[in-house]
């Protein structure tokens, strides 16, 4: 699945396919909710909720089997925890895009492959 590791995933679910799919439809339902949270953040400069949000993101991202993202959600989070608003700035956009582009990408998996049960 582009973005996602799903091996990683299964992993993390005890190679659970049917409770995977469940953990990657609940990320997905959240995705626009937290991306606008965190956008809200950088707009206010709000260090606290910016690194509070990102810091979910990385967990949850690692979780699914998202690797890359969780690790830009990760070197946001330490330019948070050091206020570089200008590094957060300059790459929160597309940290938020390559999450955002998650969603069909999920949604299509998990209709996919919920046919056979």
Same mark, same amino acid.
């Given at each position: 699945?582009?973005?996602?590791?799903?091996?990683?995933?299964? %992993? !993390?679910?005890?190679?659970?396919?049917?409770? !995977?799919?469940? $953990?990657?439809?609940?990320?997905?339902?959240?995705?626009?909710?937290?991306?606008? %949270?965190? *956008?809200?953040?950088?707009?206010?400069?709000?260090?606290?909720?910016? $690194?509070?949000? $990102?810091?979910?993101?990385?967990?949850?991202?690692?979780?699914?089997?998202?690797?890359?993202?969780?690790?830009?959600?990760?070197?946001? *989070?330490?330019?948070?925890?050091?206020? *570089?608003?200008?590094?957060?700035?300059?790459?929160?956009?597309?940290?938020?895009? %390559? !999450?955002?582009?998650?969603?069909?990408?999920?949604?299509? !998996?998990? %209709?996919?492959?919920?046919?056979?049960?």
């Amino acid at each position: 699945m582009k973005g996602i590791d799903i091996a990683v995933g299964l %992993a !993390y679910v005890g190679e659970d396919e049917e409770l !995977y799919r469940a $953990v990657l439809t609940d990320y997905a339902d959240y995705i626009e909710e937290q991306a606008q %949270a965190i *956008e809200r953040a950088l707009a206010a400069e709000d260090t606290e909720t910016f $690194v509070i949000e $990102v810091h979910s993101l990385k967990s949850t991202s690692r979780t699914v089997g998202a690797q890359a993202l969780s690790d830009q959600a990760k070197e946001l *989070e330490e330019h948070g925890k050091r206020c *570089e608003w200008e590094q957060i700035r300059v790459k929160t956009p597309g940290m938020l895009k %390559a !999450y955002r582009e998650l969603y069909p990408v999920i949604t299509a !998996y998990c %209709a996919g492959s919920a046919g056979g049960h």
